[in-house]
């Protein structure tokens, strides 16, 4: 069965570290991986895309890495702050039309001081 | 822009009664979907449009209906709650790959 696996306990790390969320799939061949995060109450967000001829992609403290032999993708926050505290949530784009995504079920990220 | 917009916030409804659930958007998308996001379950496509007048099944789309009459608005029908139904639903667009949440809708169906 298709499955997209993301660590379902929460993370916690100090301020100014970097943290590192996994996300994991079996039986997709995604086009394309994107990130959201999700505060409590609210809508996801967009982060990043990352293809699946493209290894990583940065934007600003942001890292995500594609690897679609071990079928991974992980996801970095250089120089962490509390303000980064949320859920994080993997997504595929899976084709078919529709420019539809499945979603992993969120790794909830905490930055204590 | 307002983006995403969903229409109402909370709800509490009966077991057996019915309600719609309204989504706009003012970005010009071309797609919209219906999400709904259970504990430890994650976001589950419920129905979604590729276009004004077009809709389609997503994953979980068994007691929903939708309509996209307006290419700004697409509803989210559910003709007969049930308990199962109570989760939060997220309305989400786009016309490439990045897509935009609304702000979310909490159902309860007691």
């Known amino acids: 069965s298709q499955k997209i696996e993301q660590n379902s306990e929460a993370l916690n790390i100090q301020e100014g570290k970097t943290a590192t969320l996994t996300c994991n799939y079996t039986n997709y061949s995604p086009a394309y991986l994107q990130w959201y995060r999700q505060d409590p109450g609210r809508g996801p967000v967009f982060l990043l895309l990352i293809r699946e001829n493209e290894k990583e992609k940065r934007k600003e403290r942001l890292k995500v890495t594609f690897d679609t032999t071990l079928k991974q993708s992980l996801f970095h926050i250089t120089a962490s702050q509390p303000a980064d505290s949320a859920t994080y949530l993997c997504?595929?784009?899976?084709?078919?039309?529709?420019?539809?995504?499945?979603f992993g079920t969120g790794t909830q990220l905490k930055v204590e001081l | 822009n307002a983006g995403v917009t969903q229409t109402p916030k909370f709800r509490v409804l009966k077991t057996g009664q019915s309600m719609t659930l309204l989504c706009a958007q003012d970005?010009?998308?071309?797609?919209m979907y219906w999400y709904r996001q259970d504990p430890g379950m994650g976001l589950r496509l419920i129905h979604y449009s590729v276009g004004e007048g077009t809709t389609a099944k997503g994953e979980v789309p068994d007691g929903y209906n939708v309509s996209r009459l307006k290419k700004q608005n697409f509803l989210l029908g559910l003709e007969s709650a049930a308990p199962s139904q109570t989760s939060v639903y997220f309305c989400?667009?786009?016309?490439?790959?990045?897509?935009?949440f609304g702000p979310g809708t909490r159902l309860t169906v007691l």
């Open positions: 970005m010009n998308h071309e797609y």
């Open positions: 997504a595929l784009g899976i084709g078919g039309g529709g420019n539809k995504l499945t």
């Open positions: 989400a667009s786009t016309n490439r790959d990045t897509q935009y």
